[in-house]
């Protein structure tokens, strides 16, 4: 049975094969050559699309790239803790519903949704409105990076709050009471136990979180006005718009490793959580 | 005492967050004015204007019929694979559970322009079929991360004893192995459901030959101002998740369930 039953992975190693490994593959050789794509004899080894990005221009877009994501994640965090301890620490009968109306906004399209907040902040829009009517000065903050971030902050708040709750609801209540029997009080209780034991989830929900965050384009494009290049908008415009293939794969490959490396210090902060538990306790 | 009413007031201020935009689309899908800023009294004529406008049926269309056919494919070939995979050695399972994680960890930007890089190179028009694929692709793995932990729960003797008992490997695998991780595989095809129709940036860089799906068209109006009957169009969906969230919600009577 073993033995046959392994040959049922076989189809899918080949699609992987073909669509997960050799596109990388591909844009990993466009990024070390230039020349015309469509003709591969013209094609030659060069390495002036990774020297191309140290100019400041692409460091400045990198920077800020991190800058928006870093501050939208730690957001995440400093708003979503709380939300998830709330909600795990509900009575059973409310926990499901609770949790269910905090997720009902995801089910919605994210263009729309992210269309949504242009709707409330633009400079006439709902928000301004609201405050002119209570007499209040008009707010300006769309186009711009404040937007960028309240946008990215709404559409990944729940992927810090959905781990942060799964490894907040498996804490073993037995664990709580002998601490609480031990002279701890709840603060103690959270500082010692609930937290340290919440980290899997923390680290979870900060990968998820920046993540998408340092690689949006939708976000900084609708809401930041196009002024907002995030290196997310430079892979796309070369894609896109300026047909650099080559320079927007080394774009593509230095993202990939950026997160990766970001990911591999993520992983060493969680070490003492087995890797594979942890990684599918969101699913 | 104190402290409950405090959470009760986070809890609130997170929820008028979480669902102030949607109260503002749903607000201007009754909006008479076509400028989001003016209400020009209540109206319904935008519900009728949808079912009217070509751009947005045919979005609606691909975008179903994609999600459609690429959750039941990904499903399929997710399970099998993952059935496959939960039998292979260790060395190889490893080798293929991370290159399998590829899609999830990598940006969609990367996963979108890499697939498009492919297509193009082997000279593929991008269109319907393109999109397809890379959303099966990108379903593939969702799929298989959540048949595989119902594999490893599974107790291994049973499929063996139903072989001992004198099975045909695949009647094994029909009778015992398929209704034992079906939780799984439901989870997997309704998360490919979801992914596939909320997807914007792989499609975004895999369709062309006017084919397009529901995020791309709003993501095209959103910089010229959207057709107040997207507006209308979101409140329906909106409602119809809302609605069905909360029959199964009833059904499950454990919220647990519901989280992919």
Known sequence: MKNRAKLLAYPYIVWMAIFIVIPLLLVFFYSITSGNIYEPSSLSFTLEHYSKFFDMLYLNVIWKSFRLAIISTVLCLV???????????SKQKHRSLLLLFFLLPIWMNFLLRTYAWMAILSPNGFLNKALE?????PIEIMPGQTAVVLGMIYNFLPFMVLPIYTVLSKIDKNVLEAAADLGANSFIT???IILPLSVPGIVTGITMVFMPAVSTFVISRLLGGGKELLIGNLIEQQFTIYRDWHFGSALSIILMIMILVSMAIMSKVDNNNNDDEGRTAMW | MVGRTIKRIYIGIIFLFLYAPILVLIIYSFNESKSRGHWGGFTLKWYGELFRDPDIIKALYYTFIVALLSSLISTVIGTFAAIGIHNMGLFGKKIVL???Y?????PDIVTGVALMTLFVSVNMRLGFLTMLISHVMFNIPYVILSVLPKLRQMNRHMAEAALDLGATPFYAMRKVVIPEIMPGVVTGALMAFTLSVDDFVISFFNTGSGVTNLSIVIYSMARRGIKPSINALSTIMLLTVAVLLLV???RT???DELIP
């Open chain 1, 79 to 89: 708003l979503g803790y709380p939300v998830a301890y709330i909600i795990s620490k």
């Open chain 1, 133 to 137: 009517f209570f007499g209040l000065p």
């Open chain 1, 190 to 192: 959270f500082i010692k």
């Open chain 2, 98 to 100: 991370n290159i399998n």
């Open chain 2, 102 to 106: 590829l899609p999830v960890l990598n």
């Open chain 2, 248 to 250: 199964i919600n009833k």
């Open chain 2, 253 to 255: 009577a454990k919220g």
